[in-house]
């Protein structure tokens, strides 16, 4: 090879090299530049919701890292494990497709008076079958229903999902007469880990969208999962969601990973009460439980109230 062919393939080696650390040097100086970035939009959105004189909590969650969304199928029980649930003490129970259980109190279980959100949870948890795994969300004051759900990963909640939930019935004088229990399997990590959104972004977003006005408060806020996409094998994929509570009344959803609202299910516990009566009429034959546990579910029904007061 000749020295100026030799000389030549050296200046383009030193030239790409030149190119390849100019590159290196302009990527540090991006991710140098990110945060600052991020500091800069932070505080613009804080400046723009005090001007709205929108308000949220000074210890606000710390932002997550970055996660994987999470698959998983409603549980099935093994024999063990229907035995056990059948065993409950002062509980008829049936089980449909060894996954859903429907239960009635053979004596009523008053619930204390001012009972806390804490006191309910203890109640539950000592109660009904893993009712350690299930958190409190609210009581139904229309149906007198009492609505738990189930947490998962770091004592999530998962949101509105009517394969991992309880709902407690109650009587006139609330007490919890029966209830129905659905248990979400194991959950595990799917796809690429992204980024999330902070906790003030989420509330940012919902400004955005005009779901929190001037003069609101952000009353309460903190981390769940949400229901992204069945699929037909049965399999459910979870997004990490932030749950948004609004002036102590509304609850608002925002997906951490795409930063969207997540709609809000209205009609969740009429859809649950659908899902218990379509369970229950799929046990064969007929006897006093039976009836009785359709009495307690259809009298519930929001389109069925009116016909039955």
């Not at 129970?93 to 959100?117: C, H, M, Q």
């Amino acid at each position: 090879m000749q020295w100026g062919q030799i000389k030549t393939l050296f200046i383009l080696c030193f030239f790409l090299l030149d190119i390849y650390l100019l590159f290196l040097v302009i990527q540090k100086q991006s991710n140098e530049d990110l945060p600052l970035k991020e500091t800069e939009e932070l505080r613009e959105q804080e400046q723009e919701l005090e001007l709205e004189n929108i308000k949220y909590p000074d210890n606000l969650p710390d932002s997550i890292p970055d996660e994987a969304y999470v698959s998983l199928k409603q549980k099935t029980f093994d024999e063990s494990e229907v035995k056990q649930i059948e065993s409950q003490e002062n509980q008829e129970i049936r089980i449909v497709n060894n996954s859903f259980i429907l239960g009635k109190f053979k004596k009523t279980i008053a619930i204390p008076e001012n009972a806390t959100d804490e006191d309910i949870e203890r109640l539950i948890s000592s109660t009904v079958y893993l009712g350690n795994e299930y958190k409190f969300e609210y009581w139904d004051e229309e149906s007198n229903v009492l609505v738990f759900f189930q947490v998962i990963k770091d004592d999530r909640p998962v949101y509105y999902n009517q394969n991992g939930m309880i709902m407690i019935y109650l009587n006139d004088k609330n007490e919890m007469i029966a209830y129905t229990q659905s248990l979400l399997g194991e959950p595990s990590p799917i796809n690429d880990e992204k980024t999330l959104i902070t906790p003030l972004k989420a509330i940012y977003t919902l400004y955005e969208n005009r779901l929190l006005l001037s003069y609101d408060e952000a009353t309460e806020v903190e981390m769940g999962y949400h229901s992204m996409l069945p699929l037909e094998s049965g399999t459910q994929v979870l997004v990490p969601t932030w749950k948004i509570t609004i002036n102590d009344t509304k609850e608002r959803f925002v997906n951490a990973a795409q930063r969207y609202v997540i709609k809000v299910n209205d009609d969740f516990v009429n859809s649950v009460l659908h899902m218990s009566i379509d369970n229950l009429i799929a046990i064969k034959g007929q006897d006093e439980f039976k009836e009785s546990m359709l009495e307690i579910l259809q009298s519930r029904l929001g389109d069925n109230r009116s016909e039955s007061e």
